[in-house]
């Protein structure tokens, strides 16, 4: 079953009303929440677009960066992609469900000397991110380029398997073109992932 809209009471259940106690952190444009849909029996993660913006610009952004992940993560089936379960939409409130990834995005396992990752898990976390690239630049019906990867984008799962995440600054381009280079865009990305490894090791 592919991603669907929500009612906002779903959500508030799932989330026992969005209580802080289920709050896993905070993005760019809200707060992301864990719930758990019974119907479903699926764990998720809520991203909530914040009603407050600090202005008329920052309002408008999320507003299309919440309408890019829509169009595109609809289109997407990947196990190196996170899961979009669905969305919920109104005048007032965003939010976005997703797969919950139980070890959290990658910056936290680099700056986190708690949180060391071997280098045997590393080198499978470029593989799944390299897996994941070819499939957005070469095999969906557009190439797809991400256009914001980085460790805060990069979710794991509990087997530490990488999945990207974050598409609001996605774009979608015909393919051959010289935006979506996929043997360049791979190795850009796999190289900036190399020395965000070897920075942090």
């Known amino acids: 079953m592919g991603p669907r809209g929500f009612e906002l009471h779903e959500l508030e259940s799932a989330t026992s009303n969005f209580a ?7 993005g760019g444009f809200g707060p992301v929440y864990r719930g758990y849909l019974k119907d479903l029996d699926l764990d998720v993660a809520i991203k909530v677009l914040s009603e407050k913006q600090s202005s008329q610009e920052e309002s408008e952004q999320g507003l299309r960066e919440f309408k890019a992940e829509v169009k595109v993560m609809t289109q997407l089936r990947h196990r190196n992609i996170v899961k979009l379960v669905g969305w919920f939409d109104s005048n007032k409130r965003l939010l976005l469900v997703y797969e919950l990834m139980t070890q959290g995005s990658l910056d936290k396992h680099l700056y986190n000397q708690e949180r060391i990752l071997t280098w045997k898990q590393r080198f499978r976390i470029v593989l799944d991110l390299g897996s994941g690239l070819l499939y957005l630049h070469r095999d969906c019906e557009k190439c797809i380029v991400h256009g914001d990867i980085k460790p805060a984008n990069i979710m794991l799962d509990g087997s530490h398997n990488a999945k ?5 600054l996605a774009k979608l381009v015909e393919h051959g073109g010289e935006c979506c280079n996929t043997v360049f865009l791979v190795l850009q990305t796999v190289n900036r992932l190399q020395l965000s490894f070897l920075r942090f090791s």
């Open 164 to 168: 990207l995440g974050d598409f609001g």
């Open 20 to 26: 802080d106690d289920n709050k896993l952190g905070r």
